[in-house]
Structure formats: structure tokens, C-alpha cells
């Protein structure tokens, strides 16, 4: 079986950063969507070939996980202490189908060979030839998202920095809006709130994929957490705190009062 459960990956060797902290993160009990994960092997055979024998593997491993899902990079050396690889990689959102699926795995294959990418790598001194795994994580219709630090990644200041918008959290990472801005202190005090500019959200399709949807001029600078979904923040990276060794960033998704964890990765000064 080519695929392995994310619970079940106990070491980045063979599937990567992401997918290691994930696997850590579910055995610990926090919130993270399942989702299943695949071997650089095993991604290196599918987009050589999308007709290899993993394929079918693939396929039944989606079917069993059900609905839309997220298709995230997760290389050897992804997401560890000294190279974060925030934004060198591909991710593939709202995929339903299983040739979808493949060609998903091809692009974020692909992706780890960019000119960028591997320039980045040379950067950090690691080794020039990537070996990509892939995480296939059941997709979280976000009410609201985006990212929570639990270090001050501009002045360092040991409080939490949580920016967030409406729809999915791709609108906050990918820079598309002023996200709304937040900080608690760690003892869980929220001392500021700053309104973003949200004007736009990003939505699931209908048949797979997500499109960009206007947000109405009054919710564009409204804050989109109350109070109580940032304490719950906070919570939630004490939690994470607790089984990391390092400040952390992660990435978060609400679905009414549900709170989900959808990645977690050490803070970088490198990126």
C-alpha cells in the first residue's frame, strides 16, 4: 500500500516535514482534518508515470478518505527548524476525482524543481536534488482562516501574532487581502485588534477547485475572530507548544464554532 495514514508517519525520512508534524500533531489529539500520506518514492513514480501501479493505491486511499481535499507539498527537509520552504511549493485545493488527484501530485511534484525552489535550496546548503512527498488532507470548507505565530516574527516578542480573513486561509498566505490582525499576550490577553481590507474570499467550487468571491463592502473591514475564537487560538498553540521544541507558526480553519489545525511548522528566519 503506497499510502500511509498521517497519524502513522512517525519520521520526515520518507514523507517529508509536513506530513511528520501532522502524523505528530493527530497522536497528540489536536484538531487536524485526516488525511493520508505518500513517499517521495511513491510521488516520484506517479509523476513519471501516471499510469504506475501507485496510482490505484492512491485512488482507493482518496475514495476512502471522501469529498474534497487538499493536495499540500511535503519534501525532505520541508518545514523543519532551519528552512520552512513557505511558498516555494505547490498546493492543490478542492480536488474530487482521482485523475484529478494525479495530476495534483504531478504539479506539486513539479514544483520542488522550480528554478526558485531550487535556488532556495542551494541557499540553505541542502541538497540540490528535492525529494518530494505529498499530503492528501481532507479539505476544510473554512468559514474564516489564516495563520497564527506564536513568536512575533517581526520584533520577536514573545506574544502570539494571528492574521486572518474570510473563506480559505489561501487568501492570507498567497498576500491576496489585508488580512485582520491580532495579538495576545502569553498569558492569553488580546492587546490589539487591527481591521484588514478582506475584500475578496477564497470559496470551494462546486466541481472542484476554489474561485475568488467578492466580499460584501461592510464584512471587507469587519473583524472576522471574536474574542472567543482567539482565545480558542490561543489555546490551541499551547497545545502545539507543548509538543515542539521551537517557536511555531500554523495554519488554522474555523467551521462555525469547530476549530481545525491544518499545518504546523517551526518559525524561520530564512524563507
Known amino acids: 500500500m503506497t499510502a500511509t495514514e498521517l497519524a502513522k508517519v512517525l519520521h520526515d525520512g520518507e514523507h517529508g516535514g509536513k506530513a511528520a508534524q501532522l502524523g505528530a500533531a493527530l497522536r497528540a489529539g489536536l484538531p487536524v482534518p485526516p488525511g493520508f500520506a505518500l513517499a517521495h518514492a511513491h510521488v516520484d513514480a506517479i509523476a513519471h508515470d501516471p499510469a ?65 525552489a531550487i535556488a532556495y535550496r542551494k541557499r540553505l546548503g541542502l541538497d540540490a536534488t528535492p525529494r518530494m512527498g505529498v499530503v492528501v488532507q481532507r479539505l476544510v470548507d473554512a468559514e474564516k482562516a489564516g495563520v497564527l505565530f506564536t513568536k512575533n516574527p517581526m520584533t520577536g516578542a514573545d506574544e502570539r501574532v494571528i492574521e486572518a480573513s474570510w473563506g480559505l486561509g489561501e487568501a492570507v498566505v498567497a498576500g491576496l487581502v489585508t488580512p485582520d490582525r491580532y495579538r495576545v499576550t502569553r498569558d492569553g490577553r488580546i492587546i490589539e485588534r487591527a481591521a484588514g481590507d478582506k475584500d475578496l474570499a477564497i470559496r470551494l467550487r462546486a466541481g472542484g477547485g476554489t474561485h475568488e468571491v467578492a466580499v460584501e463592502p461592510h464584512r471587507a473591514s469587519e473583524l472576522c475572530l471574536g474574542d472567543h475564537e482567539v482565545t480558542a487560538l490561543h489555546q490551541l498553540a499551547l497545545r502545539c507548544e507543548g509538543h515542539a521544541n521551537a517557536p511555531i507558526d500554523l495554519e488554522f480553519a ?16 530564512t524563507t
Open 52 to 116: 504506475h501501479s501507485s496510482v490505484r493505491h492512491v485512488a482507493e486511499a482518496f475514495a476512502a478518505l471522501g469529498g474534497s481535499v487538499a493536495v499540500r507539498s511535503s519534501a525532505i527537509g520541508e518545514d523543519g527548524a532551519s528552512a520552512s520552504f513557505a511558498g516555494q511549493h505547490a498546493t492543490v485545493l478542492g480536488v474530487v476525482c482521482a485523475q484529478t488527484l494525479v495530476a495534483a501530485i504531478k504539479k506539486v511534484h513539479e514544483s520542488a524543481h522550480a528554478p526558485s
Open 254 to 269: 474555523f467551521v462555525g464554532e469547530a476549530l481545525y489545525l491544518l499545518q504546523q511548522r517551526a518559525i524561520t528566519r
